[in-house]
């Protein structure tokens, strides 16, 4: 996520805002009109704010429009978005505005923990007035960087007791954010609102494209995938090969074993597709012990290669190794390619369809390529 930060030219806070206690009666006007104006200020804020939660999901717009409000009220030397990656639990960088960002996540406390880590593990605000003058914090860790009485804030980003991230203030006026620490705090919890909404779109999403039993896409992402793919391939003059794969007597798992056995078998061909395919492939269940597989930029003879490949490992892979009876799984292989097969992604479907139930009525446990019939489970090219 890249945000660019834009400066409001609308409004602009003065820092020197007088305090109460040395007022004059002249002054005292000054200090209510400021406060007033910071106040309205902070109600734009929040207006800004929430129209953004209300009016997309996407996470990017959201978090730049908190970023740049935050940004423009609290005037940081630098500031930084630090959030924590969903499967990992690392944290990492989203955003980063201003130098001095590999400075600050250098900067250790005396424990030894990192600004960052201290945050997301005790879910408070860590509020450092002067970097140079802390004894929390370790000194070994200062750089150059940090000169003067430079300050720190980092603002924990959590919902419902869950660190999500960490939002990092350098060198802010310490008197605004003592006056403001609450926008700061609530601004940090709308960004959370924003990231655990984008998070469970984007589960809702993946649920209605993927397949509960294998955890492969579904057969309705099938088409939008190819269609995707069709076009990127005719744009650039790409190849690109499907796969339809039948497991062999898989009735006879339901029959002699149960239908738990069965769908637990069929959740390991998941896997085992997922293993030995690249990350750019995508694997889909296509219905019932039917499978398909869109190899991107991929010609015939590579396709073919693949093809193979997965027979050889449904051939040697230990199916349901702890259960207490053994399973062989074989598989029926047909395999289109675009252009040169189907010039569309219905086509191309059927295309390789065909040619699994090719290979099925001639006997099963085998490939089929469209144009050419049956090739065998050996070789390392085309038959001519």
Same mark, same amino acid.
């Given at each position: 996520?890249?945000?660019?930060?834009?400066?409001? =030219?609308?409004?602009?806070?003065?820092?020197? %805002?007088?305090?109460?206690?040395?007022?004059?009666? &002249?002054?005292? =006007?000054? /200090?209510?009109?400021?406060?007033?104006? +910071?106040?309205?200020?902070?109600?734009?804020?929040?207006?800004?704010?929430?129209?953004?939660?209300?009016?997309?999901?996407?996470?990017? *717009?959201?978090?730049?429009?908190?970023?740049?409000?935050?940004?423009?009220?609290?005037?940081?030397?630098? %500031?930084?978005?630090?959030?924590?990656?969903?499967?990992?639990?690392?944290?990492?960088?989203?955003?980063?505005?201003?130098?001095?960002?590999?400075?600050?996540?250098?900067?250790?406390?005396?424990?030894?923990?990192?600004?960052?880590? %201290?945050?997301?593990?005790?879910?408070?605000?860590?509020?450092?007035?002067?970097?140079? $003058?802390?004894?929390?914090?370790?000194? !070994?860790?200062?750089?150059?960087?940090?000169?003067?009485?430079?300050?720190?804030?980092?603002?924990?980003?959590?919902?419902?007791?869950?660190?999500?991230?960490? @939002?990092?203030?350098?060198? @802010?006026?310490?008197?605004?954010?003592?006056?403001?620490?609450?926008?700061?705090?609530?601004? #940090?919890?709308?960004?959370?609102?924003?990231?655990? *909404?984008?998070?469970? /779109?984007?589960?809702?999403?993946?649920?209605? @494209?993927?397949?509960?039993?294998?955890?492969?896409?579904?057969?309705?992402?099938?088409?939008? /995938?190819?269609?995707?793919?069709?076009?990127?391939?005719?744009?650039? $003059?790409?190849?690109?090969?499907?796969?339809?794969?039948?497991? !062999?007597?898989?009735?006879?798992?339901?029959?002699?074993?149960?239908?738990?056995? $069965?769908?637990?078998?069929?959740?390991?061909?998941?896997?085992?597709?997922?293993? *030995?395919?690249?990350?750019?492939?995508?694997?889909? +269940?296509?219905?019932?012990?039917?499978?398909?597989?869109?190899?991107?930029?991929?010609?015939?003879?590579?396709?073919? +290669?693949?093809?193979?490949?997965?027979?050889?490992?449904?051939?040697?892979?230990? %199916?349901?190794?702890?259960?207490?009876?053994?399973?062989?799984?074989? #598989?029926?292989? $047909?395999?289109?390619?675009?252009?040169? !097969?189907?010039?569309?992604?219905?086509?191309?479907?059927?295309?390789? !369809?065909?040619?699994?139930?090719?290979?099925?009525?001639?006997?099963?446990?085998?490939?089929?390529?469209?144009?050419?019939?049956?090739?065998?489970?050996? &070789?390392?090219?085309?038959?001519?």
């Amino acid at each position: 996520m890249s945000l660019e930060l834009v400066w409001p =030219t609308e409004f602009r806070l003065q820092r020197d %805002w007088p305090s109460a206690a040395d007022s004059t009666s &002249g002054k005292q =006007t000054a /200090v209510a009109t400021t406060d007033n104006d +910071r106040q309205l200020y902070e109600l734009k804020i929040f207006h800004d704010v929430a129209k953004a939660l209300t009016s997309t999901l996407d996470l990017d *717009n959201i978090l730049q429009t908190i970023m740049e409000k935050m940004a423009a009220y609290f005037e940081p030397a630098t %500031w930084s978005l630090v959030m924590i990656d969903e499967v990992s639990q690392e944290p990492y960088y989203a955003a980063s505005v201003g130098r001095g960002a590999e400075s600050l996540s250098t900067l250790r406390l005396a424990d030894g923990s990192h600004l960052t880590e %201290w945050v997301i593990s005790h879910g408070e605000i860590l509020v450092i007035e002067n970097v140079n $003058g802390d004894p929390r914090v370790d000194p !070994d860790s200062r750089s150059e960087w940090f000169e003067g009485s430079c300050s720190v804030v980092c603002v924990p980003v959590r919902t419902a007791g869950k660190v999500l991230g960490v @939002i990092q203030l350098v060198n @802010i006026d310490m008197r605004v954010y003592q006056q403001s620490e609450m926008l700061l705090q609530t601004l #940090a919890d709308y960004a959370a609102i924003a990231i655990e *909404n984008a998070r469970a /779109v984007r589960r809702i999403q993946e649920l209605s @494209i993927t397949d509960d039993c294998t955890g492969l896409y579904n057969a309705r992402h099938l088409f939008t /995938v190819i269609a995707d793919e069709l076009h990127r391939s005719s744009r650039f $003059g790409y190849e690109f090969t499907l796969l339809f794969l039948d497991l !062999d007597h898989f009735k006879r798992v339901n029959d002699e074993h149960g239908h738990l056995i $069965g769908s637990k078998l069929l959740a390991e061909v998941g896997v085992c597709l997922r293993e *030995n395919l690249r990350l750019v492939d995508a694997a889909f +269940r296509y219905g019932g012990d039917e499978f398909a597989i869109l190899l991107p930029q991929t010609s015939s003879e590579a396709g073919l +290669r693949v093809a193979r490949r997965i027979a050889r490992v449904f051939h040697h892979r230990r %199916w349901l190794a702890d259960e207490q009876f053994r399973v062989d799984l074989r #598989a029926s292989i $047909g395999m289109a390619t675009y252009p040169s !097969d189907a010039p569309s992604p219905q086509a191309i479907v059927q295309r390789a !369809d065909e040619m699994m139930y090719a290979v099925k009525q001639a006997g099963r446990d085998n490939i089929a390529v469209y144009g050419v019939g049956i090739v065998g489970l050996n &070789g390392s090219h085309l038959p001519e």
